[in-house]
């Protein structure tokens, strides 16, 4: 059943030339109904130049026909009217045996598309069960950590690399409930996660009659997470602000969503509709990616007009983020949403999904690592001209330090340190990254410490913070100790010795590195 519904052999099939004069708009009006979300995929073919649509009749299977028995269940007049598999090639082919001349390069994306109907509900309606693309090919287009997805036309099998794309169906499905079908799947890659699955564990929960149609609340998006192991870092925004009317701009939304999705798990963000006829309308959507600016004002500006004096302490790599990567059920796959757009007084709701055995998320993974950095600062020595730059970075009256947050398993970080080399064409000891194996615990939080100009335009680091994502914080504390496992900067890695009163005492254990080196490639 885990893969029957994108391997079911096809009942009926149609090759479609995408060349001119063909027009998707036309197809798309006179077969599906003009949906939006259609059209997106199309245009998304487009862009990649593709030359042949493939068009198959499917049966339902797996999950599909699981979905169709829980509709029947809550609407008796139920009936699947149609399900259509279309795939997108950029090679040109006009015989049906010529599919066994392809192959994943030419293979650019698929949609499952399934017709709902529902006499007494007043409901005929496509929409796309499930769609997977490749990523726009854009270097600065970052999208950590895509997953597999392997589907079959015409009995030969393919497989793509992307992020699960669902469309709601407003009768079993909400758009939370497609949201966290395509995060998880990503998460859960030997699981395919249903609807029925995930209204099973809603029902649990919920305070009042359970009917999925009505959507998911936070308590039942966070009883999902909980029994799928999914870690997470949320904030209620609209239960929260009423002890604290300042949380939207103390912990903005954005903040959450970058950390998730730089760690390749992805965030969630709830939203209030606005506008004359929005009444109490709400949205959420997933993330999963972000563009990557570095010719950006923001950074610079933001120190140096908008924030002067402020003691925010250093710059997030976020800022050179000028769009997060998501979905909107409504429109469509592989939508760039502006950094800043969503207002943060609409924001209800956000979610950094975490790594499973991570127990605290980037926010606090970077503040942590802002304080050991600054209890570093009076221990560095200004020999050599890399620290003596960072000094003047971190330094109180400066404090432009640029830190990303990153969790990963410790065996990526040491292939990251064993397979990297600094400016000076330096690499590390095999004897001292052996060593750092048995000192690591299996979940790291990496915070890579840079500055700017060689953040952005180098896309280097002076170094990182590393610190042990498997404890749980103090919270009484402001700097929690026991989190800190090392920092590694230019010529040495500094290790807490022991601590007293006026804070750590470190130990230095010379690097090979001396100079700076390449930042953490998560984009794959």
């Not at 966070?222 to 949320?234: T, V």
């Not at 602000?241 to 992805?266: F, M, V, W």
């Not at 600054?374 to 960072?390: F, M």
């Amino acid at each position: 059943m885990q893969n029957a519904h994108r391997d079911v052999s096809p009942k009926s099939i149609k090759l479609v030339s995408l060349n001119c004069p063909f027009s998707s708009f036309n197809l798309i009006d006179n077969e599906f109904q003009g949906i939006p979300a259609i059209r997106r995929c199309f245009s998304l073919a487009r862009s990649f130049h593709c030359k042949t649509l493939l068009i198959e009749d499917i049966s339902p299977a797996g999950i599909i026909e699981e979905e169709n028995v829980e509709l029947l269940t809550l609407y008796p007049q139920y009936v699947c009217r149609g399900l259509k598999r279309l795939s997108f090639w950029k090679s040109d082919f006009q015989v049906i045996n010529d599919l066994a001349n392809q192959n994943n390069n030419d293979f650019v994306g698929y949609v499952i598309l399934k017709r709902d109907y529902i006499s007494t509900q007043n409901k005929d309606q496509w929409h796309i069960f499930e769609a997977v693309f490749k990523k726009y090919e854009h270097k600065h287009n970052c999208v950590p950590s895509p997953n597999n997805y392997d589907v079959s036309f015409c009995d030969k099998r393919f497989s793509i690399k992307g992020i699960l794309y669902c469309q709601q169906n407003t009768l079993n499905k909400s758009c939370a409930h497609v949201a966290l079908r395509s995060l998880l799947s990503r998460l859960i890659p030997n699981e395919n996660i249903s609807y029925r699955m995930l209204n099973k564990i809603a029902q649990q929960v919920s305070s009042k009659p359970y009917h999925p149609s009505d959507g998911l609340t936070v308590a039942c998006m966070q009883e999902i997470f909980k029994a799928f192991s999914i870690g997470y870092a949320d904030l209620d925004y609209e239960k929260t602000s009423i002890d604290n009317p300042n949380i939207r701009t103390d912990i903005p939304y954005q903040k959450h969503l970058y950390a998730g999705i730089e760690s390749g798990c992805g965030g969630l963000l709830g939203f209030s509709m606005s506008g004359p006829m929005a009444k109490d309308a709400k949205h959420i959507i997933p993330f999963y990616g972000h563009t990557f600016n570095k010719d950006t004002w923001a950074p610079d500006a933001d120190m140096s007009y908008f924030n002067i004096g402020g003691g925010v302490g250093y710059i997030p790599s976020e800022m050179w983020t000028s769009s997060f990567i998501g979905h909107d059920d409504n429109f469509g796959p592989n939508f760039c949403v502006p950094r800043l757009y969503v207002k943060p007084e609409q924001v209800q709701y956000v979610v950094e999904l975490k790594k499973s055995k991570a127990c605290y998320g980037g926010i606090i993974a970077e503040a942590q690592a802002l304080q050991f950095l600054y209890s570093l600062h009076s221990k560095l020595e200004k020999k050599n001209q890399w620290i003596k730059r960072l000094r003047t970075h971190s330094d109180p009256k400066n404090q432009t330090v640029v830190l990303r947050a990153l969790c990963i398993e410790q065996k990526e970080y040491l292939t990251h340190l064993s397979s990297i080399q600094c400016w000076k064409g330096k690499k590390e000891s095999s004897f001292l990254i052996d060593a750092l194996s048995g000192l690591l615990p299996e979940l790291l939080w990496v915070v890579e410490i840079s500055i700017p100009h060689l953040f952005p335009a180098n896309e280097r680091k002076l170094g990182e913070i590393v610190l042990n994502a498997t404890l749980v914080r103090d919270d009484s504390k402001e700097m929690d100790y026991k989190l800190f496992l090392l920092a590694r900067l230019p010529e040495h890695y500094y290790l807490i010795n022991s601590t007293n009163q006026y804070g750590p005492n470190f130990i230095k254990v010379p690097s090979e590195f001396v100079s700076h080196t390449p930042l953490i490639q998560t984009i794959q």
